[in-house]
């Protein structure tokens, strides 16, 4: 391992030439950094590791001095501390009308500090992640405050039957939601309100919906829009109910009545990481203890094991087919891969098991273990792999603020890399990476493990499956398509693909999409034996789009094979 100093010298000449330019960009605004040595002494190395610190600390040499002399470099940030120093960051904007650009500096001010007590070997994991999480639960929570007052000034307040003031409420998803956040990660958000009603107070009023839905697109636009001081976080809102082409915000029964109707698997499975961010907390809890018999539900759901394999399945297929080697977060042996592993036993379990209804997947593996539900020595491998790959994960990003998860080919990022991760050489780094991805990899393929041996036909079946689903790359499926019988596999895509966006598609019941995506692959297996696979397949997917909605008539298709068949002879001969 390498000294806490030392410097590839692949990397020393630019580390050198960094800080000089730190230096003199230093002397110009009259910061003298040499009066604290030993924040100057690991300057040149957190330099040398991130072209955002560096470029951040010349463009503005106050950034580093008011760390330094807030003493907010040197120390772990207690509970609650982003929210008090962004109500200070604020107080101007909330008269000059300047949000945008006060919370992007203070971003840059922060993501440097958090970058450099991570480079500088100040904070472990477990603090790095929780200050970016509440980093962006106080951008959220004061952003949102002041919005909120501005809109209410403009439209009146939202309230509910009784005549109480509604409010928003933020869900956090994902790393978010877990307090894991990474250094350059999007924010995974659904946003609801408890009741439908009206502003009141203005004689312009609307409807509550209409007030949220401003309010959303305002919140979206100050945090996630780039402007020339950077963004906050990048947004991505395609977790919420009905997905890209769903509502931007609903009430809570039409949340909780979609969940019932329609959830899917992946959203029980997204759920899990869920927490209240901002808004009204206290309701966001109430609505989440509404949802929970839908995430975990009251008994051993072994009945999930199906749906949870076809997940296994697309994560597996997506690393082979779309090029994923090398990268630490959804490749072979990587994060996704441990974060899968822990929330399977919670969607099984987790409605008679409560302990295991746990956001922290490093807690979740610690819980399994202490139930002997896996062996300590499995927990040990994972949890020892995330660690270290986390870690890798928030020094790639470190070096210029990219949402990279990519392992670098070029020689200078290999150095970078290894050394940031306290190794001396390139070689010395990969042999771990290696090893622990290897772990990961093991213990995650002998999850649901079925036998791997199918029969050739199983094995047509599986793949007509995966192309309806749209799990594998075109390429791939129009070689299936093909080998299936359509000698027009592109068009045959086309129409598959305009079936899964019809919304009537998007509206189905689970069971319904359940026993639609049993006789989809049937139904191409069988129209790729006729005379005119395209024509045919074109006149069945006009056919599905009218009776879908009606399940009983795809259950009688799935139970009567040689009803499929007969309909597939009509199909060719006539339309």
Partial sequence: MKSANDIPEELAEEAKNKLDSFIAAAENAKVEIRHYPEIFAVMKKVFAFSDFVARSCIRNPQIP?????????????????????????????????????????????????????????????????????????ACLEEALSILYKSLCSEYGNPTGADGSQEYLVVFGMGKLGASELNFSSDIDLIFAYTEAGRTKGKSKSISNEEFFVLLCRRLVNVIGTTTPDGLVFRVDMRLRPFGESGPLVMSFDNMEDYYQRQGREWERYAWIKARVLAGNKEAGRRLLDRLKPFVFRRYLDFGVYESLRDMKHKISLEVRHKGMDGDVKVGAGGIREIEFFGQIFQLIRGGVVPVLQERSILNVLKILANRKYIPQDVCNDLTEAYEFLRNTEHRLQEFSDQ???????????????AASMGFDKWEFFALELKRHIGSVHYHFNKLLATEDFETKGEKIDSELKNVWLDLIENDHSNKVLFNAGFDGPDE????????????????????????????????????GKSEQPYLVLNRIIDLIKVIERRTCYIALLLENPDALVHLVRLSNASP
């Fill in 65 to 137: 001095a008011d760390l330094i002399i807030s003493g907010d470099i040197k120390r772990r940030y207690a509970k609650g501390e982003y929210d008090n120093k962004l109500k200070i960051f604020l107080s101007e904007a909330k008269e000059n009308n300047n949000i945008s650009s006060t919370l992007r500096r203070f971003r840059i001010r922060e993501k440097v500090r958090i970058a450099w007590r991570d480079l500088a070997g100040w904070a472990d994991l477990l603090e790095t992640m929780a200050d970016l999480s509440n980093f962006a639960d």
């Fill in 403 to 417: 949402q990279t998860h990519k392992i670098p080919s070029d020689l200078v990022g290999k150095a970078r890399l």
């Fill in 492 to 527: 045959a895509l086309r129409l598959l693909e305009h079936l899964r966006n019809d919304p009537g598609t998007r509206l189905l019941s689970n069971e319904g999409r359940k026993w639609l995506d049993k006789l989809i692959p049937l139904v191409l297996k069988e129209v």
